[in-house]
T-cell receptor, first 112, second 115 residues
């Protein structure tokens, strides 16, 4: 099935460092969402973006909806051990009927 | 506010069998979407139900079917199970029938293993 191009696949960082991950698509999206998934759990919504250029923060997390509507990034500042998990971008293509397209995820590991 | 719940949490079936997975949507939500998540992959859209009717479908064969009930809860049925059907099945609820600015909230999933 169709998937977004999410990078990097995995990251190993030191506690306190900043993290950046991004997602790109070949087609225009009208919604970008970022989720975090812990082992054995469902994805939990972190940030939702609905307009090109929109920049939204949620605590230490900041995400932006790219101007071209084909990309989005998520930044995490001053990482802590509980940031460990898999981060997924998800988007809704223009004209789609409800379904979200997901990236393959970025696995984040934080060393204390 | 009650979140999305799914049952059962885990299930083991054999090839050729049939399975039914259940989802209760979040309070106030009228739309349910189902996703399949294989190990190491992102979720893949199966279908969405809105007002008890299928409202969109991904690239899954007809042996994947569903229902939505008047209380907005939903079932996912899979017939003639194959080994590749082993995955985490996620239910997501939302309000609005799949509009462009609709946000989906996920349940914890049902882990299905097909032997």
């Amino acid at each position: 099935g169709q998937q977004l191009n999410q990078s990097p696949q995995s990251m190993f960082i030191q506690e306190g460092e900043d993290v950046s991950m991004n997602c790109t698509s070949s087609s225009i999206f009208n919604t970008w969402l970022w989720y975090k998934q812990d082992p054995g759990e469902g994805p939990v919504l972190l940030i939702a973006l609905y307009k090109a250029g929109e920049l939204t923060s949620n605590g230490r997390l900041t995400a932006q909806f790219g101007i071209t509507r084909k990309d989005s990034f998520l930044n995490i500042s001053a990482s802590i051990p509980s940031d460990v998990g898999i981060y997924f971008c998800a988007g809704r293509p223009l004209g789609s009927q409800g379904n979200l397209i997901f990236g393959k995820g970025t696995k984040l590991s934080v060393k204390p | 506010e009650t979140g999305v719940t799914q049952s059962p949490t885990h299930l083991i079936k054999t090839r050729g069998q049939q399975v039914t997975l259940r989802c209760s949507s979040q309070s106030g939500h009228n739309t349910v979407s189902w996703y399949q998540q294989a190990l190491g992959q992102g979720p893949q859209f199966i279908f969405q139900y809105y007002r008890e009717e299928e409202n969109g479908r991904g690239n899954f064969p007809p042996r994947f079917s569903g229902l939505q009930f008047p209380n907005y809860s939903s079932e996912l049925n899979v017939n003639a199970l194959e080994l590749d059907d082993s995955a985490l099945y996620l239910c997501a609820s939302s309000y609005g029938g799949g509009g462009p600015q609709e946000t989906q909230y996920f349940g914890p999933g049902t882990r299905l293993l097909v032997l």
